[in-house]
């Protein structure tokens, strides 16, 4: 049970990557989240990622890491000390490199709570070795999928109450269906054909080249529609290639990174993600259900646990560009089913996949492995980290 007055965490993430993209943003919604709830929260990045950067700017405490491996034991007893001082009572690791490092040091310094979060759909190469990220160097392991959470179970061979799946909550505040809409390179008005859009990261498994086939596709069918890709990553000429190449070029528009996601969503006629491999629960997918637009996914990974064909939204094999191609006509053409499933996938997110309702799961988990035992949170309130 929650109780009434907040607990005081003392929480410390630690995250490897240079980027920006769905696993950094989760790592920030579980800091500021916990930061507005009066927890001391810091994070442990490298000093030029962009994570790095967007904490600091947040008011969230920093701490630099290059996660050079020739420094790795002088590391591990410098963090060991940190984690001493600071008094940290969870550590949070969500990268190869920065799980061993900083598990290392966790274990060193006797932190009371050490997870692991594996945010992607992804197959250990070397699971004998990869169990022990999960067992000596993980107190317990959140997910972003039941799909994810099921192989690790069985891979590391974990118990049912040491993984959790926990999807990124939504901010339903932010992203709901009746806010402003993004100001995008398309034609509107009366008349103007639907937007599809893409928004994720640039990368190789997102499945653009099965969205550009499927515009192909639909326009040789006689459909009418405009494509819009956002993102930022991997050079927007590469991707703009893609659609020459499959005669697309004249009708997709690439905006390249946008921070008005909210905005963006709202102004699509339906958001597709046509992922190939690597996915967990998408917090695109979740975010376009909370505000309302209409969504074709791929049965890639977890997409299919808030995607529910007929009831939230329309799926399609991974890869197969002609059933993409289908359930985009469908989503514009059965306007009346297409509505029933906007709602029904709002519904789904302020009931389950709301951001507080994580950061109260989050919070019972931390109860649980911390309370049972007589190691519940200083009664203060003042943080840690001033």
Not at 216 to 224: A, I, K, V
Request: contains cysteine; proline residues 4%.
């Amino acid at each position: 049970m929650i109780e009434n007055r907040p607990r005081q965490w003392r929480i410390l993430h630690s995250e490897a990557s240079l980027g920006w993209g769905g696993q950094e943003h989760r790592v920030m919604a579980e800091l500021s989240g916990f930061q507005r709830r009066g927890c001391a929260v810091s994070l442990l990045a490298h000093p030029q990622s962009q994570i790095m950067a967007r904490a600091q700017a947040a008011g969230i405490t920093t701490h630099a890491c290059a996660y050079d491996r020739r420094l790795m034991a002088y590391d591990v007893l410098r963090l060991a000390l940190l984690l001493r001082r600071e008094r940290i009572q969870v550590v949070n690791t969500h990268s190869s490199r920065d799980g061993w490092l900083v598990g290392m040091a966790a274990r060193l310094a006797r932190t009371k709570l050490l997870l692991r979060t594996r945010h992607i759909d992804v197959i250990d190469r070397t699971p004998r070795v990869s169990r022990y990220k999960f067992t000596l160097m993980a107190d317990h392991a959140l997910t972003t999928s039941d799909k994810i959470t099921r192989y690790i179970r069985s891979t590391f061979d974990l118990a049912e109450n040491r993984a959790t799946t926990l999807p990124t909550g939504i901010d339903v505040g932010q992203f709901h269906p009746g806010g402003p809409k993004a100001d995008l390179p398309v034609f509107r008005g009366t008349g103007a054909p639907p937007v599809i859009g893409m928004v994720s990261v640039l990368r190789s498994w997102k499945g653009h080249q099965t969205f550009f086939e499927a515009a192909r596709l639909l326009r040789e069918s006689g459909r009418d529609f405009q494509y819009v890709v956002t993102g930022g990553g991997a050079p927007v000429e590469v991707y703009a290639a893609m659609a020459r190449s499959h005669g697309v070029e004249d009708c997709v528009k690439f905006t390249g990174h946008r921070e008005d996601v909210p905005d963006v969503l709202r102004a699509l006629d339906v958001l597709c993600i046509p992922s190939l491999k690597h996915e967990g629960v998408p917090q695109i997918g979740l975010q376009a259900l909370a505000s309302g637009t209409a969504v074709v996914g791929s049965d890639c990974g977890g997409i299919p646990e808030i995607i529910r064909d007929g009831s939230t939204g329309r799926v399609f094999p991974a890869g197969n560009a002609d059933a993409m191609a289908g359930r985009i006509a469908a989503a514009i053409d059965e306007r009346e089913q297409t509505r029933k499933m906007c709602l029904a996938g709002r519904e789904l997110v302020e009931k389950h996949h709301s951001l507080d309702a994580m950061l109260d799961r989050l919070d019972e988990i931390y109860a649980r492995h911390l309370e049972r035992s007589g190691k519940n949170a200083l009664p203060h309130t003042k943080p840690v980290f001033a």
